[in-house]
């Protein structure tokens, strides 16, 4: 499974931008999907994810109400829709797909990430 990030870029404080992550291989393998983003000098952490059989979704306190995780039908787009934007979202943004049996913890298949910033 390969997975491709767009859509990051450059906005004001109170702005938004949808991220998409396009997938490809052997999507049937793939049980869930989500979000994950890291700033300078921090950890990486989960903003979101998504379950492929019934569309459960997650988020983290921090982009609660903020923040709309969503795929297309055929699974293989995931996107990140981002609202109210905050200069602590400034991260990598970084899209993530965990194997149908692997651990909810453990995501396999990761892309190569997209820059968003966020300036006041």
């Known amino acids: 499974v390969q997975l491709v990030e767009s859509g990051g870029g450059s906005v004001q404080a109170g702005g938004s931008l949808k991220l998409s992550c396009a997938a490809s291989g052997y999507i049937a393998s793939i049980c869930e999907m989500g979000w994950f983003r890291q700033a300078p000098g921090k950890e990486r952490e989960s903003v979101s994810s998504i379950t492929n059989d019934d569309g459960a979704t997650t988020y983290a306190d921090s982009v609660k109400g903020r923040f709309t995780i969503s795929q297309g039908n055929d699974k293989r787009t995931l996107y990140l829709q981002m609202y109210s934007l905050k200069t602590e979202d400034t991260a990598m943004y970084y899209c993530?797909?965990?194997?149908?049996?692997?651990?909810?913890?453990?995501?396999?298949?990761w892309g190569q990430g997209t820059q968003v910033t966020v300036s006041s």
């Open positions: 993530a797909a965990r194997r149908c049996g692997t651990p909810y913890s453990s995501y396999n298949y």
